[in-house]
């Protein structure tokens, strides 16, 4: 593909993988989608070099300010609390962890967003839900549509609103919610019940594990689900493609 095609770059979740490494290459807008640390033991990454890693991509954000780093429920379990996710956790060097977070917190966020061709698309983690976003209408003041939108759902993270209820995990990930954060959502229940609105903002996020290829879920849901180790990028006229070989995700 022609770099001047490519309009942002999308990684999903890292997980002390290096995958992401493919970025070095252009020189575009970046999301990075979270979950950084708390490598799978059967993938052989050990926690101290998932630690270097975020390191390493922490000073890429710094010096490249077209780069954007959401938060995932990993991420929130250092930055807030064990309370938010506890699995996998790196104890042993939890306190640096904590502490690295905290020195960059600027640089973190949980949502990004951005209009191509006339289509809005909304970037976080594991995705906000219908159902989530019904469910705390004390919170979420603005119209389901309007709360899409990245300036408002950092404004409320960043006052401190958000942080009883981004623990929440649904039932299909151990929980005991009807309905996930924007960090814990499952797309599972995106699909089969009612946590989904159609509307006409696309949204894209990491979180669900996929062991083929990125997936688009059902038309009416506008929800793509890119969690495959694999960077993508969204092209001048708003399609999700592989980034390695600019085939297009349908």
Request: net charge negative; with cysteine.
């Amino acid at each position: 593909m022609k770099q001047t095609d490519i309009l942002l770059i999308i990684v999903p979740d890292v997980h002390g993988r290096t995958f992401w490494n493919e970025i070095f290459n252009y020189d575009c807008e970046t999301v990075f989608l979270g979950d950084y640390l708390d490598p799978y033991p059967s993938e052989n990454i050990y926690p101290w070099d998932a630690m270097y890693n975020l390191t390493q991509i922490v000073a890429y954000a710094k010096a490249h300010p077209n780069v954007h780093l959401l938060l995932g429920n990993h991420d929130l379990c250092y930055s807030m609390g064990r309370h938010i996710c506890n699995c996998r956790c790196d104890f042993e060097n939890y306190d640096t962890l904590r502490q690295l977070f905290r020195d960059n917190d600027a640089l973190f966020q949980l949502a990004h967003d951005c209009e191509v061709n006339g289509k809005r698309f909304f970037f976080s983690h594991a995705g906000l839900s219908f159902g989530w976003y019904n469910q705390h209408r004390d919170i979420f003041t603005l119209p389901y549509e309007e709360t899409l939108r990245a300036s408002y759902v950092n404004e409320l993270y960043r006052s401190g609103k958000l942080n009883k209820i981004l623990s929440e995990i649904h039932y299909m990930r151990g929980g005991t919610h009807p309905f996930g954060s924007i960090v814990w959502s499952d797309i599972r229940e995106q699909i089969e019940g009612d946590g989904q609105n159609p509307t006409d903002i696309i949204q894209i996020v990491g979180h669900t594990q996929l062991v083929t290829a990125p997936l688009n879920l059902a038309e009416e849901y506008r929800l793509y689900a890119v969690d495959n180790r694999k960077c993508l990028y969204l092209d001048t006229l708003g399609k999700l493609r592989l980034l390695s070989t600019g085939e297009e995700i349908t």
